[in-house]
Nanobody, 123 residues
Framework: QVRLVESGGGLVQAGDSLRLSCAVA????????MAWFRQAPGKEREFVAA????????TYADSLKGRFTISADNAKNTVYLQMNSLKPEDTAVYYC????????????????WGQGTQVTVSS
């Protein structure tokens, strides 16, 4: 079992920045790819970004490219999501996920999920 703990969520104003963190208790081949998803009230879970621990591969939701950046700190076993120029429509619970293989936007490819951290952007 790979435990994921998200942090960094909160209430911010439109235009602000926020950085989310996902600490991984134990890294195995089953957590080679890390991703962020989000789910707004009444909506389906949506892919945000994904990365391989080596940093050699990243992928983003097209609509979020340029505003959001995913990164990984191997020494700290932590993946980050830097979110800039936040908008009210970015309000959601943000989930960290881990899975084998390469980064992908497909949720079933991820085996482990964190509990989520709430991000609320006021207008």
């Amino acid at each position: 079992q790979v435990r994921l703990v998200e942090s960094g969520g909160g209430l911010v104003q439109a235009g602000d920045s926020l950085r989310l963190s996902c600490a991984v208790a134990e890294r195995t081949y089953r957590s080679n790819a890390m991703a962020w998803f989000r789910q707004a009230p009444g909506k389906e879970r949506e892919f945000v970004a994904a990365i391989k621990w080596s940093g050699s591969m990243t992928t983003y939701a097209d609509s979020l490219k340029g505003r959001f950046t995913i990164s990984a700190d191997n020494a700290k076993n932590t993946v980050y999501l830097q979110m800039n120029s936040l908008k009210p429509e970015d309000t959601a619970v943000y989930y960290c996920a881990a899975g084998p293989g390469n980064p992908t936007a497909v949720p079933p490819r991820y085996i482990y999920w964190g509990q989520g951290t709430q991000v609320t952007v006021s207008s």
